[in-house]
């Protein structure tokens, strides 16, 4: 079950028998919602749209299965506000639609989406609720009465135990981003949340992927749903040009930077598989002169939202980011994604390129590959069945050239602009004067060679693109080298850079696929950076992350972004908690209970049978070592 590959806004989809473009006017939209979809500049609905909004404007559940950037949002939002009751009572919490989503900022994102196709139903509230803010003003809303709840599991829990929220009422229920909801720990919530709404309500379900735990769910929860895919390919291959280049791990930085000095996008994001890659990359970035931002896991929501904000709006250009931290970015300039680090993953390969070509504009994704690393590029392809064309790194000389390039563009204007008397007096003297010189030493011809004034003028371009010369040529040599040395193979050089590089993998200098789950928090458990703790209460004494966290913020006064990854063992568990705690905080913690036991807390020692053996390196790394 596919439609054919295709992209935003959309081409035609097969079994259209008009051989029209179905329009949104085709799908039978209630007034309101076609007149927002006009207002949004919306006209030709992408295929997941064009496959579920019938369906589910005709009372059906369904399951939708497509990668980010296919348009899902308004696949289930447009439906969802249809089904609504603007006239029924949603006071007190009673709420008519519920919007599951992974993340505080998708949680925002879709609800933000759905806002905008509401704003021709007069009445019709839709807030959204997640973890690590506070909860009077989620209260409040909700008291007040909304239709729509967009909101992550965790804080849906929350508000349900505290009564503020009630699924009595609710006729539509979506869960986004299924398979990330479940990968995060949320299974449970998801499971109680169904159990608390009525027995007859509709469901959309969507998931980048299908894997059985997803599928339990759809048939367990969902009644009789069709199933909707969206080909693998769709949401990328026409929009996004996808290429590739060699490049030595020990390069990657100077190769980045030259990358970007030589990029037409209006923006770009830098991927990498880790956090402290990201804060790496990032810093030496802006110590080279780019201003880049870095958004991980460990950067603070507000923080990050600030970020997300300044790239909208092209205050910043350049964001290095973790999978997970740019999970869902939805920020139209993106014109170029690179991957820094080839993911392993063909999924995260393609959400990471779903970054750029969004909203029917086309983008480019650069992946760095070491040499040794062609067989993960293979995997990916055949996977995506698509080849990357492989490119080189611009070359300083490349680097200078593109931007002599821009200043030459922006000759013309200047010269409309007038105002150059000054400066073309300056010229004039100093022609004066080499020509001076040149009769001097009775030569007829100005200084080296020809035309004085192109020679000024080269000069001038050089010196406004950092070209001295000799340093100049020296890198470029030095990059000619190198692709040399990568074209020729495996020299000695690249054995020895892809050595560390493979050491670093083994010796968990980056112990990569923990620090990427580490990257995820529970939506409101913010991922762990900080001081590890170990607490008293384990698996014996029927402690749960959600009671942990539960007496942590509420007894012991934490926010939920304070608290991060959390494992438990068990008599004990080890929770990381991002901010310093002093002896008040420690006290009050210590008269929280979990699971009707005192939760006395303490600094983790790190018993030695519970760490991977690290002897060589002290633990001077801010972040506490992991458990296995
Ligand atoms: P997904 O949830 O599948 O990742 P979104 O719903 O976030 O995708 O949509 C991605 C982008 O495409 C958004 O910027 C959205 O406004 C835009 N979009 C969605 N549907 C359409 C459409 N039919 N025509 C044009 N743009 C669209
Ligand atoms: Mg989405």
């Known amino acids: 079950m596919s439609t054919p590959d295709s992209t935003l806004p959309t081409e035609p989809t097969s079994g259209q ?30 295929p997941i749209q ?29 439906p969802l506000l249809a089904a609504l009751d603007p006239r029924a009572s949603v006071a007190g919490g009673h709420v008519q639609a519920l919007v ?70 609710v ?38 992927t299908m894997p059985p735990a997803i599928r339990a769910v759809a048939e367990t929860h969902l009644t009789d749903p069709v199933a909707i895919a969206v080909s693998r390919q769709s949401s990328t291959v026409s929009t996004v040009e996808q290429t590739y280049a060699v490049v030595p791990f020990r390069h990657k930085i100077g190769s980045l930077v030259r990358v970007l000095a030589t990029s037409d996008a209006d ?5 990498t598989r880790t956090r402290k890659d990201a804060e790496e990359v990032g810093a030496a970035l802006v110590e080279r002169g780019t201003a880049a931002a870095t958004i991980s896991g460990d950067v603070a929501q507000k923080e990050r939202e600030k970020i997300v904000e300044r790239l909208k709006s092209g205050a910043l250009d350049v964001l290095v980011a973790t999978d997970v931290a740019a999970r869902g970015l939805d920020v139209d300039r993106i014109g170029l994604v690179v991957n820094f680090d080839i993911p392993r993953e063909p999924e995260a390969y393609v959400h990471r390129i779903g970054r750029t070509g969004r909203a029917g504009r086309t983008g480019r994704a650069l992946s760095f590959v070491t040499p040794h690393e062609r067989g993960k590029l293979k995997h990916i392809e055949r996977t995506i069945r698509t080849t990357l064309a492989e490119v080189e790194i611009p070359s300083p000389r490349d680097v200078s050239e593109h931007r002599a390039r821009r200043l030459l563009d922006a000759v013309g204007t200047r010269i409309e602009a007038g105002r150059l008397d000054l400066y073309t007096r300056m010229l004039q003297e100093r022609a004066g004067s080499a020509s001076d010189a040149a009769d001097a030493e009775g030569t007829s011809a100005p ?42 193979g495996r020299t000695r050089e690249t054995h020895r850079a892809e050595r560390t590089e493979r050491d670093g993998d083994r010796t968990g200098r980056h112990p990569r696929s923990d620090r990427d789950r580490d990257d995820r928090g529970r939506g409101i458990r913010r991922p762990a950076a900080g001081t590890r703790y170990r607490i008293s209460v384990g698996h014996t004494h029927g402690a749960q992350p959600r009671g942990i966290v539960g007496a942590l913020t509420h007894e012991g006064g934490l926010s939920g972004s304070d608290i991060g990854k959390i494992d438990i063992f068990g008599n004990f ?17 210590g008269r929280a209970h979990v699971a009707g036991k005192a939760l006395r807390i303490s600094v983790d020692k790190g018993a030695p049978e519970r760490r991977a053996p690290r002897t060589e390196r002290p633990r001077t790394d801010r972040r506490p070592a992991r458990t296995a």
């Open 267 to 271: 923006a770009t994001i830098v991927f």
């Open 100 to 169: 599951l989503a992974p993340t505080r900022e998708l949680a925002l994102q879709v609800a933000e989406a759905v806002e905008s196709f509401a704003t021709h139903l007069p009445g019709v509230r839709v807030t959204s609720v997640y973890g690590g803010s506070p909860y009077q003003p989620q209260q409040r809303a909700l008291r007040d009465g909304v239709h729509v709840v967009v909101g992550t599991p965790g804080r849906v829990m929350d508000h349900l135990e505290r009564g503020t929220l009630s699924l009595d009422g």
């Open 447 to 488: 200084v080296e060679g020809g035309d004085d004034a192109l020679q000024v003028a080269a000069a001038l371009l050089a010196l406004a693109v950092g070209d001295d010369g000799p340093q100049q040529r020296a890198a470029q040599e030095e990059h000619e080298r190198e692709r040399a040395e990568a074209k020729g």
């Open 573 to 589: 568990s080890l929770v990381d908690i991002t901010r310093p705690l002093d002896d008040a905080d420690m006290n009050r913690i």
């Open 50 to 78: 064009a496959r579920a909004i019938p369906e589910l404007l005709a009372g059906r559940d369904i399951t939708g299965v497509a990668q980010t950037g296919t348009g899902k949002t308004a696949a289930f939002g447009i």
């Open 171 to 208: 006729k539509f229920l979506v869960l986004d981003e299924a398979d990330e909801m479940l990968r995060m720990g949320f299974a449970e919530d998801v499971e109680t949340i169904f159990g608390q709404a009525p027995a007859k309500r509709q469901v959309a379900l969507f998931s980048a």
């Open 17 to 46: 028998t008009t051989g029209q473009d179905p329009t949104f006017a085709d799908l039978g939209l209630p007034a309101p919602l076609q007149a927002a979809v006009d207002d949004l500049g919306f006209t030709t609905p992408s």
